[in-house]
């Protein structure tokens, strides 16, 4: 009799338990996917003359691939800056491509905002590797990038930069 009251009592006393604390439920689980890159962009070769897609401002519908590298033995003699991979392009339009400089000077930005980090279209670039058929420059202006835009340039809430705007 006292094993069948103790049974008993642990069956009620359980049961209490289990409804006194709230939240325990099993959520099923869920297998979270997400894509994840990492490949970055290869380096281009066009001529002598180093350049990646985001310091390069000419019409993509001017570019021909003229060979890819790919081989990591050919890639290592390269160094870092060839770890995603060469492309060796050609322009289908020849004319001439205008350096970083020459369109500061083309634009006439004034030598006390040279320093300054340069965008194009709100994106960083590599200065050394810019690039740009001139008629596809809209303007160069200084600017300052909003807390909420979705790349974080600089954590200085008054930086400024020099952003390219180009033609659509």
């Known amino acids: ?12 006393s359980a049961s209490a338990g289990a409804q006194s604390l709230p939240g325990l439920e099993t959520k099923p689980f869920r297998k979270q996917t997400r894509v994840v890159s990492t490949g970055g962009n290869p380096l281009l070769i066009l ?7 985001a310091s390069l401002v000419v019409d993509p ?5 003229v060979k890819a590298y790919q081989d990591s033995a050919i890639l290592a ?12 392009i050609e322009l289908k339009n ?44 809209e303007k160069v202006e200084v600017i300052q990038i909003d807390k909420a835009h979705p790349i974080r340039i600089s954590w200085d809430e008054n930086a400024q ?3 390219i705007v180009t033609k659509k």
């Open 47 to 53: 001529g002598a003359q180093e350049t990646d897609y």
């Open 94 to 137: 020849k004319k001439p491509l205008l350096k970083l400089e020459d369109v500061f000077d083309y634009f006439e930005v004034p030598a006390a905002h040279r320093h300054l980090q340069v965008l194009v279209n709100q994106r960083p670039i590599t200065h050394s590797r810019f690039l740009a058929h001139l008629h596809k420059i």
């Open 61 to 65: 519908k001017d570019i021909t691939v």
């Open 77 to 88: 003699a390269m160094g870092p800056k060839a770890r995603y991979g060469v492309l060796v």
């Open 1 to 12: 009799m006292k094993k069948i009251l103790a049974l008993v009592f642990l069956l009620l």
């Open 161 to 163: 930069f020099l952003n």
